[in-house]
């Protein structure tokens, strides 16, 4: 979309890409939402969130809904990066950069979730050392963060794959139910040992031109 050059921001790894969640892409994603392949045991995502919702028409309308609200939101604290996720041309799940207080911090967080029939094969690895990628190597970040619920296997162990530290603990709600959060940290100087030379980030000017960073701290 010519007008809206964020869109075009494009991280490549040899095993996928993140493409800017433009409404076509997500348009083929939703069939994975509404058929639930977003889903996992136990409850991954904290309260409210739309994948909750029970109803596959409504959850995706609700879900894109979201996505739309987060897009429109640009401001110097808050600001979300939606991607989706490409394997072999084929959208399988989403990974989101946050600027959370960026242009004082330099920090962010992410969010993701990859297709049931997607999992458990490196994937979701990947596609966070891709967005980790964009957010030290592209918007030269000083830090990430990262939370998950104590049982959520996978994200946890990925977190610290990558070089996070454990950084307390939190407490959350899931579908109402209270439910214990791990919380890591991951600094520049930590995601270092861990920066990959086969990672490509594309047409980043558009985040210098349009998010809130610091002036001259992105070095695109
Ligand atoms: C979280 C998610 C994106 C991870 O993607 P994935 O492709 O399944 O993860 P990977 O295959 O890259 O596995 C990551 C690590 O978790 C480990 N792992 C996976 N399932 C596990 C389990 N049940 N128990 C213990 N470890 C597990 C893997 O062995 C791997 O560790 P390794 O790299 O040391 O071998 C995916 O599972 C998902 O979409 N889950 C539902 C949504 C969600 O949890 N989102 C995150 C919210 S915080």
């Known amino acids: 979309m010519?007008?809206?050059?964020?869109?075009?921001?494009?991280?490549?790894?040899?095993?996928?890409?993140?493409?800017?969640?433009?409404?076509?892409?997500?348009?083929?994603?939703?069939?994975?939402?509404?058929?639930?392949?977003?889903?996992?045991?136990?409850?991954?995502?904290?309260?409210?969130?739309?994948?909750?919702?029970?109803?596959?028409?409504?959850?995706?309308?609700?879900w894109l809904q979201a996505i739309w609200r987060g897009r429109g939101r640009v401001e110097a604290d808050a600001w979300r990066l939606y991607f989706v996720v490409v394997v072999d041309g084929q959208p399988v799940g989403m990974q989101d950069l946050c600027g959370v207080r960026f242009s004082t911090f330099g920090t962010f967080t992410t969010f993701s979730w990859l297709s049931a029939d997607h999992r458990g094969r490196g994937l979701g690895r990947e596609m966070r050392s891709a967005i980790l990628h964009l957010g030290f190597d592209g918007l030269r970040a000083k830090e990430a963060s990262s939370d998950a619920f104590v049982d959520n296997h996978s994200s946890n162990a990925i977190s610290q794959a990558l070089g996070y530290e454990p950084n307390g603990s939190d407490w959350d709600t899931r579908q109402g139910e209270p439910a214990l959060l791990n919380r890591w940290r991951l600094t520049r100087e930590n995601w270092q040992p861990h920066r990959r030379n086969d990672i490509q980030l594309h047409n980043l000017e558009a985040c210098r031109t349009f998010l809130p960073l610091k002036d001259g701290q992105p070095d695109v």
């Open 2 to 62: 010519k007008a809206y050059p964020l869109f075009d921001v494009r991280v490549s790894t040899p095993k996928l890409e993140l493409r800017g969640a433009t409404d076509d892409l997500l348009d083929q994603l939703a069939e994975d939402v509404r058929a639930g392949k977003t889903h996992a045991d136990p409850l991954p995502y904290d309260d409210p969130i739309s994948l909750y919702e029970p109803d596959p028409d409504l959850r995706v309308a609700k």
